[in-house]
């Protein structure tokens, strides 16, 4: 990559305008505050000293920074990874706290660092494409609903928890004991103010506000002594050199293996989750594989810092998205501001009320949710609303890894379900229009006499070809004449499907009723041809458009209707009688109807079953009795059956040419049989013009095309075939001269 091009791949997400750049650099500064109290209590969850936390919100987020995609997401010492070390260093037997602690949390972090290097090269990012939107809402919600759990005890004087959801209501119920009215009443108090300032001033800083005066009030007032926790004073400036040595690890080597993969795994889903959500609203993508890669060297960051993992942290991001923020230059003004803190500010965090500190995080947490996305979910769509609360339930009662697996599964169940229960409706015609209307959802649109014709609204395989089935087979009554499936949606079939539809229209026939699949693409047809079931294209039971079906069964626009409303049922589908005027997915095209469709059915074999069927129409053309020959009729008697506009054209040219050499030396009878080609032509363009004149522009390059064709491939047949039409031009033009005016405009280019 160019300078130039990563100059303006980073100025998308580093946007450098007066205005931006001071609201960047001012949420920054707020971040880095708030990070003060929540990277100090994570950090003691984790089983390090208080500081460590600090050191974390340094190197580690300007790391990000730098090589990260999201214009406002805030990395740093998080509750999740936070609680998985400090669960995996007291398994391990390691005191929280301790000089081991201090040794073997550094040490997972690093092996967390490879493990997110590994996902980089392996591009892992891609597998939160199979996680959907309501997976991913309660996903974020049950993650904030946890730490919300945790923090709850420190609003009220206790001590923070860990675990799941039900451990964390156990740990509160437990900590009542330690209830200050005092700093509940701060905590309170603080949660109020800061969402009424979201309501009705949200562009004032009010959690910082609040965090200025909590400190001013306990520098005012002896708070501590009446019982209201304070931060711990902490050492200025960094810590010492970090220590990597093996001879303070305890355990088995597998476990730091297994505890480091499963951490690693946390940080990937959680932040790209959150942060691929935040893209979303946005409205920008996010490049989840270089995402990885700025989680990796974060964490790198973090190790040598001292610090437990980094993680995306969702209820910061919640706060800063609150000033507008539109860069990384945010991150950047937060590690800047830290490192004040750090050699500057220190003294001052002693006087930070620990309530008033933990209502700003669960104000954020709280704002982060989105239980507004399940309510419109329950009014759309129960099913996904059923995935969010699965993925939610899932996070709070087994926590974020199995949360992932469990909506992970949930996704591909839901995707299971729609597969198997598409869409599925019954179409007529309304009176005066031209097209396909499903019954159930217009009022006005009747059935077609004698007819089914069934709209299925997804791909065909062997889970869901029994509701196809049903579905028809529930339909047809006993004046049932065809049966018309519109496959529009159907852009996949297994060989079971393939069989199954063989085996229906065998049975349909047996009854005496005409079976046809249309409007497919024509890769459907290769899959049947591939899948044993070719029959379906050589009888003409598969057609382009439901209209072309309808012609072939000799159903004619007007189509003749039901006198009276016929009632289909589709099985799980509840019965809607609304007054839709128009629905684009129960629409035929007219046009789709004017385009060579025995080319769309047989791909490169339809030249040899044009040939196929001319030479069935030849044989009636020869044997029939002058001025007798029916071109409708011939139709009904081929394999084939009614044949597209487009394709009949081509059919008369090949039928031309089949005509020299049958009937060489008998030049009245072919003149006379040329004649009736020539009039057959006439009606075909006389429709095409009907319908649309652009119809009849393509019919014409069509029928040059055909000619420069045979003129390349064979000179002696074509030289012949316009001597033929120039004595027929000559004898007609003494008869009718208009006529042969016409002949002769389609004949000459």
């Known amino acids: 990559m160019s300078v130039t091009e990563h100059t303006e791949k980073r100025n998308k997400f580093f946007p450098i305008t007066p205005k931006n750049l001071f609201r960047d650099i001012f949420g920054g500064a707020i971040i880095a505050l708030i990070s003060i109290p929540i990277s100090m209590g994570y950090a003691q969850i984790a089983g390090l000293p208080m500081q460590y936390g ?18 406002d997401f805030v990395f740093g010492v998080d509750a999740a990874p936070a609680a998985l070390v400090g669960s995996a260093i007291a398994s391990m037997g390691i005191q929280s706290g301790s000089d081991q602690a201090k040794t073997v949390v550094p040490v997972l972090t690093l092996m967390i660092a490879g493990w ?43 001590a923070p928890g860990t675990g799941e959801a039900p451990e964390l209501v156990m740990h509160i119920i437990g900590q009542a004991g330690k209830f200050n009215l005092l700093s509940f009443a701060l905590g309170i108090t603080t949660i109020v103010l800061i969402m009424l300032g979201k309501a009705f001033i949200p562009k004032v800083p009010v959690s910082v506000i609040v965090m200025g005066a909590g400190a001013l009030l306990s520098v005012l007032c002896p708070v501590k002594d009446m019982g209201v926790t304070l931060l711990p004073e902490v050492e200025r400036g960094f810590g010492g050199a970090v220590s990597f040595s093996a001879d303070n690890m305890s355990g088995n080597i597998t476990e730091y293996i297994f505890s480091s993969l499963s951490i690693a795994l946390v940080i990937l889903a959680e932040s790209l989750l959150a942060s691929r959500g935040n893209a979303m609203k946005d409205g920008y993508r996010l490049d989840s594989n270089r995402e990885i890669l700025g989680y990796s060297a974060a964490n790198f960051a973090a190790a040598l810092s001292g610090c437990c993992p980094v993680n995306a942290s969702v209820s910061r991001t919640g706060i800063v998205r609150q000033f507008g923020v539109s860069s990384q230059w945010m991150s950047v003004s937060a590690c800047i501001s830290m490192i004040v803190v750090l050699f500057a500010a220190t003294p001052m965090i002693g006087y930070l009320p620990v309530p008033v500190l933990t209502a700003i995080v669960v104000s954020a947490l709280m704002n982060a949710c989105e239980f507004g996305e399940a309510f419109h979910l329950w009014k ?30 949930l996704s591909f169940i839901a995707v299971i379900i729609s597969a198997v229960t598409p869409p599925r409706s019954f179409l007529g015609v309304i009176r005066g229009k031209d097209d396909f209307y499903a019954l159930e959802r217009n009022k006005d649109a009747r059935p077609v006499k004698e007819t089914v014709i069934y709209r299925f ?90 209209k072309l079906a309808l012609r072939d069964a000799g159903i004619n626009y007007p189509y003749p209707l039901e006198r009276s409303s016929v009632s289909y049922k589709i099985a799980g589908q509840k019965r809607s009688r609304s007054r839709t005027r128009r629905n684009p997915r129960n629409i035929t095209l007219s046009s789709k109807g004017l385009q060579p469709e025995l080319e769309w059915v047989f791909g490169r074999q339809a030249p040899e079953y044009m040939e196929l069927i001319a030479d069935e129409l030849l044989r009636d053309l020869i044997s029939a009795e002058p001025g007798s020959f029916d071109f409708v009729e011939a139709e009904k008697n081929t394999v084939w059956g009614r044949i597209n506009l487009f394709d009949e054209e081509e059919i008369i040219d090949i039928l031309e040419l089949k005509l020299l050499k049958m ?19 006439e009606r075909i363009e006389n429709r095409m013009l009907k319908m649309d004149p652009d119809f009849l522009k393509r019919l014409k390059a069509r029928r040059n095309h055909f000619a420069r064709k045979l003129m390349s491939s064979e000179p002696e047949e074509y030289e012949k075939l316009m001597k033929l039409r120039r004595e027929y031009l000559e004898g007609l033009e003494k008869i009718n001269p208009e006529l042969a005016a016409k002949y002769k405009e389609i004949y000459t280019k």
């Open 54 to 71: 600090l050191y974390g919100s340094v190197f580690p987020i300007l790391i990000f920074a730098l090589l990260t995609t999201s214009r």
């Open 116 to 158: 997110l290097l590994l996902f980089f090269l392996l591009k892992a990012g891609r597998i939160v494409q199979y996680i959907s939107t309501p997976v991913m809402g309660g996903f974020v919600t049950g993650i904030c609903c946890t730490i919300i759990l945790m923090q709850i005890p420190k609003l009220f004087g206790g």
């Open 380 to 409: 759309s769509s129960k099913k996904e609303f059923y995935i969010f609360m699965g993925a939610f339930a899932a996070v709070l009662l087994f926590g974020t890894v199995y949360g992932v697996i469990i909506g992970v599964v």
């Open 457 to 546: 609204g997804g791909n065909l395989f062997f889970a869901n070809i029994d509701t196809f089935q049903n579905d028809i087979e529930n339909a047809v009554r006993e004046d049932t004449k065809f049966i018309i499936v519109n496959a529009g949606a159907v852009g996949n079939i297994d060989t079971t499907a393939a069989e199954r539809l063989l085996i229906m229209y065998k049975s349909f026939r047996d009854r005496g009723i005409s079976f046809y699949i249309t409007e497919h693409p024509g890769e459907v047809n290769d899959m049947l041809r591939r899948y044993g079931a070719e029959e379906l294209l050589k009888s003409g039971a598969v057609r382009m458009t439901v």
């Open 663 to 681: 009937l060489e030396g008998e030049p009245r009878r072919i003149i006379r049989i040329e004649k009736l080609l020539e009039s057959r032509r």
